[in-house]
T-cell receptor
Framework: DGGITQSPKYLFRKEGQNVTLSCEQNLNHDAMYWYRQDPGQGLRLIYYSQIVNDFQKGDIAEGYSVSREKKESFPLTVTSAQKNPTAFYLC?????????????FGEGSWLTVV | AQSVAQPEDQVNVAEGNPLTVKCTYSVSGNPYLFWYVQYPNRGLQFLLKYITGDNLVKGSYGFEAEFNKSQTSFHLKKPSALVSDSALYFCAVRDGTAPLVFGKGTRLSVIA
């Protein structure tokens, strides 16, 4: 099956703990993205990467980190510096070489602080 | 900077009636406009997009959207709503190959 796989679907974080959300795609897309979704606020961009070994901060990067060591993978780490991490996290990917290309999304991961 | 506004948090429509979900945008260059749908606890599904050309764009599940440059709008429409269309709808704009910028979403409720 081709697509974007996010794991785990549900994750619980204790105070002071770092957690990592996985995102893998087999669509051969160059670009990958992480968005955060909170009720009533739409989706906000955390980080994105248009090529392996390079990534850029989005609008709300503080308290998050990413890596892009392989084209297929773009994991997101939510660090203890992120004070309000409870949210729905969405990974996405696209072919970045043409303007206006469609961005496709994974099924999302819920992160809850306990 | 680009931005998108969805002026309605909630739209209610009776099954079988036409539906419209509104979206206006602001972008400095040529607009690339998108509509996505989200069902509960799921990711976003792509419905349709406007790149260039015909102002009426047809997409998945019978949805269409009308691009209006003078009004900077990109409203989503469907001639006859189904209960299964009830979901959260997002309008988004993309500047070239930059990431999508989303509106806050509109919750559509289709009542039988």
């Amino acid at each position: 099956d081709g697509g974007i796989t996010q794991s785990p679907k549900y994750l619980f974080r204790k105070e002071g703990q770092n957690v990592t959300l996985s995102c893998e795609q087999n669509l051969n897309h160059d670009a990958m993205y992480w968005y955060r979704q909170d009720p009533g606020q739409g989706l906000r961009l955390i980080y994105y990467s248009q090529i392996v070994n390079d990534f850029q901060k989005g609008d709300i990067a503080e308290g998050y980190s990413v890596s892009r060591e392989k084209k297929e993978s773009f994991p997101l780490t939510v660090t203890s510096a992120q004070k309000n991490p409870t949210a729905f996290y969405l990974c996405a990917s696209s072919n970045s070489r043409t303007s206006g290309n469609t961005i496709y999304f994974g099924e999302g991961s819920w992160l809850t602080v306990v | 900077a680009q931005s998108v506004a969805q002026p309605e948090d909630q739209v209610n429509v009776a099954e079988g009636n036409p539906l419209t979900v509104k979206c206006t945008y602001s972008v400095s260059g040529n607009p690339y406009l998108f509509w996505y749908v989200q069902y509960p606890n799921r990711g976003l599904q792509f419905l349709l997009k406007y790149i260039t050309g015909d102002n009426l764009v047809k997409g998945s599940y019978g949805f269409e959207a009308e691009f209006n440059k003078s009004q900077t709008s990109f409203h989503l429409k469907k001639p006859s709503a189904l209960v299964s269309d009830s979901a959260l709808y997002f309008c988004a704009v993309r500047d070239g190959t930059a990431p999508l910028v989303f509106g806050k979403g509109t919750r559509l409720s289709v009542i039988a």
